[in-house]
């Protein structure tokens, strides 16, 4: 049996997925917020604590009118205590952006509450939403 984690393999860090699709990251849909310095901020945190967080985009993650979406990936720690990725949505200031990086930098899902004033963005996954309202409907 391979006992977790394996020698000279490092550990998945909490790694915080921001959407960088079609709404999410538009100055268009939301001219007041600095998209770049957001994720350059995020990127320079994740560069100060190697191996305690990872930063990276990806493209159109569902929740567009809840746009700007992160999802907060648990580390391999977190995951074995329970952590589940956690979905962010509207996460558009310094505030939000702070409460992500607390977070993250505290352990993430699993292993450290969240911020009270980050909990009131979370929101549900694309598919965890269809499931309800389809449940709702039988």
Do not use: Y
Not at 25 to 38: I, L, M, V
Not at 70 to 96: F, H, I, K, N, Y
């Amino acid at each position: 049996m391979q006992s977790w984690p394996r020698r000279g393999v490092p550990e998945r860090p909490c790694t915080l997925v921001v959407c960088r699709g079609c709404c999410c990251g538009d100055a268009a849909k939301h001219p007041r917020t600095d998209h770049q310095g957001q994720l350059d901020r995020l990127r320079a945190a994740a560069d100060a604590a190697p191996g305690c967080l990872a930063v990276r985009t990806t493209d159109c993650l569902g929740p567009c009118g809840q746009a700007n979406v992160v999802v907060v990936q648990p580390s391999a720690t977190g995951r074995r205590v329970g952590g589940r990725p956690t979905w962010v949505g509207w996460a558009l200031d310094d505030e939000s952006t702070d409460d992500l990086l607390a977070w993250a930098l505290a352990g993430g899902p699993g292993v450290a509450e969240p911020p009270a004033t980050l909990e009131l963005q979370f929101i549900r996954p694309p598919g965890e939403a269809r499931a309800r309202a389809v449940g709702a409907d039988g």
